[in-house]
């Protein structure tokens, strides 16, 4: 049953659809006199037969000698025809639309269409050069029985009127066609069937209703206008006693209801065809002629069946006066129910839809009382059409509330069995369809203007393509707006996607990834509370990651398998109102109405879980579709959060375990050293490499010392010149002890100087020696480093502080391995391999112009440079363990161990002094040690609180040049080429008591001199 009512009434819908089309071209292509008259005539009327003129064309266009017809002319007679009533008026309308013109009736303008050579016209139709047909009337003006004639010209119906019905028609068509796809899809609602009905009724009604005087004069387009215009109150007040739900009375008498509702509507629309079929039956001209050329039979005949039908009408004016009533008492019922409907809907959706169609009902009231006020009180300005316009407006405000509640509030859930691409191709064709309507009405007023066109062709051109221009802007801008409704989800979803990506991107935890998607969830689908539950590696159990809103959600739950199978296959799970399942029971105790998996590789890792949406309505397809996209996105990236927390955290125990082996290994050879310290001594395997390489002094296992070894055991073997850099205090001279000690030439002699603390000339008979007489003092022969150094190794510490004569002299004996002593002129062959080291940048000297590249390149064969002890962290507890031993032989203590926060103290210090520097400092400590530990207290307090004394390394060593503009300071020479080491010693303790300010002691530990020496040596020089 419910299958055939669906093909019955969808089949009725598109009937109705196609009537109204129809009818448009059948109005637009009738002719319009300009006359009106009424239904039928009053008591008050002439008693002769025909139609009274109360509506006249504004301009009458007069042909021949006599006058148009005036309101209040009888008229009786048209195109040859009789005018016996309004049947026979709207009926000779319609036939105008296919007459043909009589033979002749083709005339020049200005000539008399009633006047022959022959006498008298008989032409009843005529057309004029310019393409006007007029046809002939007959009437009796005013009080006069003498019949008159004239000509009025046939003209289209008003344009006003046909676009006020396209703007109606359209959207009422998009809602019709909704309402029948729902249907379509869902016939077993009793509210989407009233709807539909409701909206196709309202078509035929108001279509057939605006142009009725037209559409009177053809049966077809008659009685289906009539049929919808009785029944649309009816089906009107059905709709909303079934919506949103069934009123009580409907629901224990349903059968009863509607036949109280139908039965007064359907026994009317019943009489009003009748009488209509009568009408048009008794309208037909059985004599084929106008007034006076029938046979005295028919005229008989005529006069009765006419007044006949005028009796039959004018009963039908009466009863539509009183159906009007009928309908008004219908419209308040409908008013009542919206209010009731109004206050007792629970739902919130629901409700917000009756309360715009309740504000619509209560707009559309006052034009509808207006409307009813000319039908009773006016029936001549009913006949003149000025009820279309109170219909429209009556109308419109309805089509506004379905309109928002099917796009806001989805009416009658037509937003679940249609898509909304469907919707936005609906909506978008629409408006093409205006823009065009606009376009081509515009066109047709421009044609309908009375003015020559040819002379104003490019003015014209011009007016219409900046119109064209101007719509076509306004057009994109509407669809603009309407992109951004429909899609709104894509450009949010856009967003979401985009705000997550940047979370990944910063390489955000799993916690603000699951906050980011929930917040997206909840700005785009309008959800009040969300909750992100993810299920741990090797655990069944979904536990609670995150959550938006209040309340809470629940720590964890368990999913059955058919519920898993759902989730995998990327369906939802929908909470229903009346569900009593499983899954449903399980939604209703989360407090969820939806939950959504998240999938990796095709694995359940979490789910998102929401609640009820703000407007309390349900999740569309639209919303699924958005959950999918986020999704495949936000489970990839939690995916990739666990990833990097796993990996930061792999990490993190690699690092807090690789630093434990230090520990490990840096308390093993602080205990290597304890126990050597006590005398245990720790046998343990040596590495082959350092059977074979003797390091000597050099304490240090760290990287950087190790690379340094590797270096120097490959360099101390061959037979190149060394050039050793690096800080003061590094231990270069120990790393060329350990190069000479390594080399072939162990078993010789090595010999050092130290070319900083001589001047030029002492410097000389260092290296190269001197004979008697050679100079003042030189009572007898001595020999030079040179050649004391003979087969073994020469270390020339400080290299970068020579003077120039100096390094052309041993530039000569690097290159020749000869030299000739000071005064003496025999020449000195030597074989010696020497080693340079220097702190001073030679790079920069030489460019200054203070050291001679081409001895640069002569010292500068093999290159090592020594890493300050800020860079050997990991050497700081052997190196200070080796002082330790040192220095309790030399002040024969038996001090064994560091406490832990000394070593925290010499391991955080950055020791600007290097190894010189550390080994003062734990000397300084055994002698302030009085039991078998150092305490942080016994270190100097320039390490322990370093921001209280600020260092800065002062090398005290003449210079013949200007100060170095190194970072190290240098004093300037404190004495010229020839003053003797003796006056360049006091110098020196005079410019550290400056720089002392006059400490004495500063000065001291500025010199690396103990405290005793340093007085001493004041006492000896006469210094205060």
């Known amino acids: 049953m419910v299958k055939w009512v669906k093909i019955l009434l969808s089949t009725i819908g598109g009937l109705s659809v196609f009537y109204c089309v129809v009818a448009l071209v059948f109005v637009v292509t009738t002719p319009d006199t300009g006359f009106r008259t009424i239904l039928a005539r009053s008591l008050n009327d002439r008693p002769e037969l025909g139609v009274t003129i109360y509506g006249t064309p504004e301009h009458q266009h007069k042909i021949g000698a006599q006058s148009p017809p005036e309101l209040g002319d009888l008229l009786f007679e048209m195109n040859g025809k009789p005018i016996r009533n309004f049947a026979d008026f709207s009926k000779t309308l319609v036939d105008l639309r296919n007459a043909r013109l009589d033979v002749g009736g083709r005339q020049f303008r200005g000539v008399d269409p009633d006047e022959t050579e022959l006498g008298k016209s008989k032409l009843t139709l005529i057309e004029i050069d310019g393409g006007e047909r007029y046809a002939k009337v007959r009437f009796l003006r005013g009080g006069n029985s003498t019949p008159a004639s004239s000509w009025v010209l046939l003209q289209p119906l008003p344009v006003g009127g046909l676009m006020l019905t396209l703007i109606w028609l359209v959207p009422q068509l998009i809602i019709v066609f909704l309402s029948a796809v729902a249907y379509w899809n869902r016939p077993a609602d009793r509210a989407v069937r009233l709807f ?137 019922l409908t008013l009542v129910f919206l209010a009731y409907s109004a206050r007792s809907t629970r739902q919130l959706i629901e409700r917000r839809q009756v309360q715009w169609m309740l504000v619509a009902a209560l707009v559309s009231a006052g034009f509808v009382l207006y409307a009813a006020k000319i039908a009773f009180f006016d029936p001549v300005r009913l006949a003149l059409g000025e009820v279309q316009v109170p219909m429209f407006l009556s109308s419109f405000p309805f089509m506004l509330a379905y309109a928002v509640g099917m796009v806001r509030y989805r009416l009658m859930l037509i937003d679940e069995v249609i898509s909304r691409g469907m919707f936005y191709y609906v909506v978008s064709a629409a408006l093409t369809v205006v823009y065009s309507l606009v376009i081509a009405g515009g066109s047709v007023l421009a044609l309908r203007q009375e003015m020559s066109l040819i002379n104003q062709t490019f003015a014209v051109t011009i007016a219409l393509m900046l119109t064209i221009i101007a719509l076509g802007w306004l057009k994109n801008r509407i669809q603009r707006v309407i992109d951004q409704e429909f899609f709104r989800e894509k450009y949010q979803l856009n967003t979401a996607i985009q705000q997550m990506n940047r979370a990944v991107s910063s390489l955000a935890d799993r916690r603000s990834l699951a906050d980011q998607v929930l917040l997206s969830c909840s700005e785009v689908l309008g959800v009040r509370r969300a909750a992100c539950y993810l299920k741990e590696d090797g655990n069944e159990t979904f536990e609670l990651f995150a959550q938006l809103g209040a309340p809470p959600f629940t720590s964890k739950f368990d999913l059955s398998s058919s519920h898993w199978s759902s989730l995998r296959q990327g369906i939802s799970l929908q909470r229903l109102r009346s569900g009593t399942s499983p899954t449903q029971v399980l939604m209703r105790n989360l407090g969820a109405d939806l939950i959504h998996g998240l999938e990796v590789d095709g694995e359940l890792v979490g789910l998102i879980v929401l609640g009820s949406k ?92 190790r690379q340094v070894f590797a270096t120097v055991r490959k360099v101390a073997i061959s037979e190149s010149s060394v050039l050793i850099r690096g800080e003061s205090g590094t231990g270069k001279e120990l790393l060329a002890r350990a190069i000479h000690d390594n080399s072939p030439r162990r078993e010789e ?53 020579i003077s120039p004569d100096v390094q052309i002299k041993l530039l000569r004996v690097l290159q020749q391995r000869t030299f000739e002593p000071v005064g003496s002129h025999r020449t000195v062959h030597v074989d010696v391999r020497v080693v340079a080291a220097t702190h001073r940048d030679l790079e920069q000297l030489i460019a200054e112009g203070r050291f001679r590249e081409d001895l640069y390149y002569r010292l500068n064969v093999i290159s090592v440079t020594l890493p300050p002890l800020r860079d050997r962290k990991d050497d700081i507890l052997d190196l200070a363990m080796h002082f330790l031993a040192r220095s309790n032989q030399r002040t024969n203590k038996s001090i064994t161990q560091i406490d832990d926060a000394a070593i925290e103290t010499l391991l955080n210090h950055s020791w600007p002094g290097n190894i010189r520097e550390l080994e003062n400092a734990i000397e300084r400590a055994v002698v302030l040690t009085e039991g078998s530990k150092i305490s942080r ?16 390394i002062l090398e005290l060593k003449p210079t013949s040049q200007t100060t170095d503009s190194s970072p190290t300071r240098t004093w300037p020479p404190a004495a010229g080429d020839r003053r003797s080491k003796r006056e360049a010693e006091r110098s020196n303790l005079v410019n550290a008591l400056e720089a002392a300010q006059g400490n004495k002691a500063e000065a001291a530990r500025l010199l690396g001199l103990p405290r005793s020496t340093f007085y001493s040596k004041l006492k000896k020089y006469r210094i205060e």
């Open 614 to 705: 703000s407007n309390l309505a349900a999740f569309t397809q639209e919303d699924g579709t958005f959950l999918s996209a986020i999704e495949r996105f936000a489970g990839f990236a939690l995916h990739f959060a666990k990833v990097h927390e796993d990996f930061s955290q792999i990490k993190a125990e690699l690092e807090r375990r690789m630093a434990q082996i230090v520990d490990q290994k840096r308390q093993i050879g602080f205990l290597e050293r304890q126990l050597n310290l006590q005398g245990a001594e720790l046998q343990r395997p040596a590495d082959p490499d350092e059977q074979q390489f003797h390091m000597g002094e050099i304490v240090g296992n760290s990287p950087a010392i």
């Open 196 to 332: 539909f009905v409701l909206g196709f009724v309202t078509l035929v009604a108001f279509v057939g209703g605006s142009h009725w005087w037209v559409v009177a004069g053809s049966l077809w387009f008659c009685l289906p206008f009539v049929v919808a215009a009785v029944l649309l109150p009816a089906v009107l007040l059905h709709l909303f006693v079934v919506y949103p739900s069934p009123k009580p009375f409907m629901l224990n008498w349903p059968r009863t209801t509607r036949v109280v509702i139908y039965a007064v509507p359907v026994t009317f629309a019943v009489y009003l065809v009748i009488s209509i079929v009568i009408v048009s039956a008794l309208a037909t001209n059985v004599g084929g002629g106008g007034v006076g050329s029938q046979s005295p039979f028919v005229a008989v005949w005529e006069s009765q069946t006419a007044i006949i039908g005028d009796s039959l009408l004018r009963l039908a004016r009466q009863g539509i006066i009183a159906y009007v009533g009928f309908a008004a008492v219908y419209f308040v």
């Open 937 to 952: 207290a016994s270190l100097p307090e320039e390490i322990t609180n370093p921001a209280k004394h600020p260092r800065q």
């Open 749 to 801: 002699p090595m010999v050092s100087l130290h070319c900083a603390a001589l001047s030029p000339t002492l410097l000389e008979s260092e290296l190269f020696g001197h004979v008697r007489g050679a100079f003042t003092d030189a009572r007898e022969d001595k020999i030079g480093r040179f050649q004391l150094a003979d087969k073994g190794t020469l270390f020339l510490d400080e290299i970068g502080d």
